[in-house]
């Protein structure tokens, strides 16, 4: 099926944004298994992997368009020292997925794609959920302090 | 921050380079190798931020200092 105007342009962006994304929770999940904080680690790896699966279905609905996935571009990867500036740089990355998410909607919306629109939206749901655990985290470091919050964030031993 | 994946650099790093008296863009891409094979050239073409991060030590001290972009 041909692409409406300038779809295919919007889903590439998006796409570069997801790679980036990847990458960006890829290492932060990696360097929280590296301090031991077990939980983050596998919340932020099950983020990236969450990304994958995004970039997946945009390379198909790409193609399905008959446009060619640009998986050459990559986005500026932010990532963190500290705990704290990972989740900062994360809630940032994804403020700025749902504000190009956003805008790619209202053009499918405009040019009449509404199959694209809805895979979008879908995608907006998910950023939005994920801010709200970025912010949630951000709001319990405020309330119990860092050294708490990253207590909890360690794997207890079993038995 | 990392400033710079290529090369493994953080904002401090960038702040002691600019106590050293390095603020100039040349100057940083020399003495930081951003030019080499290693590298993705992104920071040379950005080069101002980092050369304004590297001159910035004193108001990157208070707490709600501006942050680099990367
Ligand atoms: S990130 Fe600095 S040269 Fe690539």
Known sequence: ?159 | MYVCLCKGLTESDIHRVGQAGIVEAEKLVEVLGLNDDECCGRCVRDIQELADLATRKLALQSSNSPRCRY
Not at chain 1, 6 to 33: P, R
Not at chain 1, 39 to 44: D, P, Q
Not at chain 1, 90 to 99: A, G, N, T
Not at chain 1, 151 to 158: A, G, L, R, T, V
Request: glycine share 6%; net charge negative; aromatic share 6%.
């Open chain 1, 1 to 159: 099926m041909k692409a409406k105007e300038g779809v295919i342009d919007f889903l590439n962006k998006i796409l570069t944004a997801d790679l980036t994304s990847i990458n960006q929770y890829f290492v932060h999940a990696k360097m929280c298994e590296n301090w031991g904080y077990e939980r983050l680690h596998h919340k932020v790896r099950e983020r990236s992997f969450d990304e994958m699966k995004d970039a997946e279905e945009l390379i198909g609905h790409i193609l399905y368009l008959e446009g060619v996935p640009n998986m050459q571009r990559l986005g500026a990867v932010h990532v963190g020292e500290t705990v704290s500036e990972q989740l900062k740089a994360d809630l940032k990355s994804e403020q700025e997925m749902v504000r190009l998410l956003t805008e790619a909607t209202s053009h499918c919306a405009k040019v009449g794609d509404y199959t694209t629109r809805h895979m979008l939206e879908d995608m907006v749901k998910d950023s939005d959920r994920h801010i709200d655990w970025i912010e949630t985290q951000l709001e319990t470091i405020k309330q119990v302090g860092l050294e708490n919050y990253l207590s909890h964030q360690i794997k207890k031993e079993d038995g």
